[in-house]
């Protein structure tokens, strides 16, 4: 099973900024489409934005764009996710997620690997 790991996740007010890392256990990182998702309190674990194996084929949903930014550096093995402008509806615990996958389009489907989470708790 791949480890999957998430850091970054802390307190911060409104319109700042945070930038989340992941990491997985395998070496061949290239081969994995990735996914940031997150769960507020009470709500359903949600897709945040989406990365292809190359860090080409990207997904936003439509609540993060132009604020947020996913991107996939292979070789240091890693995927951020850049959050500006964050608002308190932004405030959740966010997953990280991975998928082999033989093409380089972003996954919608199942992922079976995750992390444990990061809280990032935005007050107004």
């Known amino acids: 099973q791949v480890q999957v790991v998430e850091a970054g996740g802390g307190p911060v007010q409104t319109g700042g900024s945070l930038t989340l890392s992941c990491t997985i256990s395998?070496?061949?990182?290239?081969?994995?489409?990735m996914g940031w998702f997150r769960r507020a309190p009470g709500k359903e674990r949600e897709i945040v934005a989406l990365?292809?194996?190359?860090?080409?084929?990207?997904y936003y949903r439509d609540s993060v764009k132009g604020r947020f930014t996913v991107s996939k550096v292979n070789l240091k093995g890693t995927l951020l996710l850049h959050m500006n402008n964050l608002k308190p509806e932004d405030t959740a615990v966010y997953y990280c997620?991975?998928?082999?996958?033989?093409?380089?389009?972003?996954?919608?489907?199942?992922?079976?690997?995750w992390g444990q989470g990061t809280q990032v708790t935005v007050s107004s």
């Open positions: 997620a991975a998928k082999y996958r033989e093409n380089d389009l972003y996954y919608r489907g199942q992922y079976n690997d």
């Open positions: 395998e070496r061949t990182f290239s081969n994995y489409a």
């Open positions: 990365i292809g194996r190359s860090g080409e084929s990207v």
